[in-house]
């Protein structure tokens, strides 16, 4: 007979096998988060390059991260959509907009920010 702590603990396993599961398919095969996931790899080669400070990698962390949680939940929302109304429909298409500004906006801010990690590297370099 199985404890029920042990009930928990076997839910947690299973819970972070479809998460990782998830987690593969977006890297696979969504195009969007493939290029946000290359970008995100050469900004932390980027970072090592440059030697960035525990701030600055914190900084660029949470930038790569809000971007990349924006574009999974972006894609969530797109297959959601597209699975309720599967042909053109107006409103389907206004949530699908709302949901890529929502990514907009996250890479304007992540971009924001790594501007001002890399732009005085990149201006002591050649000055």
Same mark, same amino acid.
Request: with cysteine; aromatic share 16%; charged share 15%.
């Given at each position: 007979?199985?404890?029920?702590?042990?009930?928990?603990?076997?839910?947690?396993?299973?819970?972070?096998?479809?998460?990782? $599961?998830?987690?593969?398919?977006?890297? =696979?095969?969504?195009?969007?988060?493939?290029?946000?996931?290359?970008?995100?790899?050469?900004?932390?080669?980027?970072?090592?390059?440059?030697?960035? =400070?525990?701030?600055?990698? $914190?900084?660029?962390?949470?930038?790569?991260?809000?971007?990349?949680?924006?574009?999974?939940?972006?894609?969530?929302?797109?297959?959601?959509?597209?699975?309720?109304?599967?042909?053109?429909?107006?409103?389907?298409?206004?949530?699908?907009?709302?949901?890529?500004?929502?990514?907009?906006?996250? =890479?304007?801010?992540?971009?924001?920010?790594?501007?001002?990690?890399? $732009?005085?590297?990149?201006?002591?370099?050649?000055?």
């Amino acid at each position: 007979m199985i404890k029920k702590g042990s009930e928990f603990i076997i839910g947690r396993i299973k819970s972070i096998k479809f998460a990782l $599961l998830g987690a593969w398919h977006l890297i =696979t095969t969504e195009h969007a988060f493939i290029i946000h996931t290359l970008f995100s790899f050469f900004l932390i080669v980027l970072g090592f390059y440059y030697d960035l =400070t525990i701030n600055d990698w $914190l900084f660029q962390l949470v930038a790569i991260g809000l971007v990349l949680v924006t574009e999974a939940l972006n894609t969530v929302i797109e297959k959601i959509a597209d699975f309720i109304h599967p042909s053109y429909h107006k409103k389907i298409g206004t949530i699908k907009d709302l949901s890529a500004g929502a990514v907009f906006f996250a =890479t304007l801010i992540s971009f924001c920010i790594l501007l001002l990690i890399y $732009l005085p590297k990149f201006i002591s370099l050649y000055l």
